[in-house]
């Protein structure tokens, strides 16, 4: 699968929250090939990730380690990007963590963690880049959420919750600084495959049954993420804002 050609990304300065696994490695690489200057964050190692996209995209990607739970920390990675490759004026707030829990057994302690994973985070990174984006004369916010929120799913209300505050918190940054051109949306996945997901949660039954209640029968990608991200970040969609673009083969009107 080719993505398109944005050729206003050639040059962007972008940066992508938990960028080097799953959906955001799908992502980073679609940037890359678009020829933008991308900056990533994770906690973990992405040194030889990084290896293998230069040496597939020509275009070596900048690896900041961080934990974007810690906001001091978060802000401090989300500078020194931009002072390695100018104001940030693409973000993607990709990296989240849906850990299962019982509601029940669920204590304070995790639930503030899976919050300011899974929704502080993307607030404390829209306004660290916010101003450069305003300087700038405009920019693109893209908020990951999830269809979990629209199913009445269960076994992961803090994730859950997240996921639902982050389309209000893309609608209410969208008006705000609507007048600064800076878009912001939110693009909501069905199960994508990623790694983590196969290793954890998928087995054949659970997969056979979920793609049963999709519109489309083929099982969703990390690489069929990056189109529709590429385009919400581009000069193409630059009428599109406070809008939530879902991508789940049809789940949720299957």
Known sequence: MTDPVFPDLKGRSVFITGGGAGIGAALTEAFLRQ?????FCQRSDATPFCDAMELATGNRPLFLPCDIAVTDQLQLTLATA????????VLVNNAANDQRHDTLETDETFWDWSIDVNLRSYFFACQSVIPGMQAAGGGSIVNFSSISFMMADTGYAAYITANAGIVGLTRTLAREFGPDRIRVNAI????????????LWVTPEALASHLARQCLPDPIQPADVAGS???????AARMMTSQTLILDGGFVSG
């Open 188 to 199: 909501a996945p069905g199960w994508v495959l990623t790694d983590r997901q196969k290793e």
């Open 229 to 235: 991200v590429l385009f919400l970040a581009s000069d």
């Open 35 to 39: 020829g933008a200057r991308v900056a």
């Open 82 to 89: 931009a002072k390695a490759h100018g104001p940030i004026t």
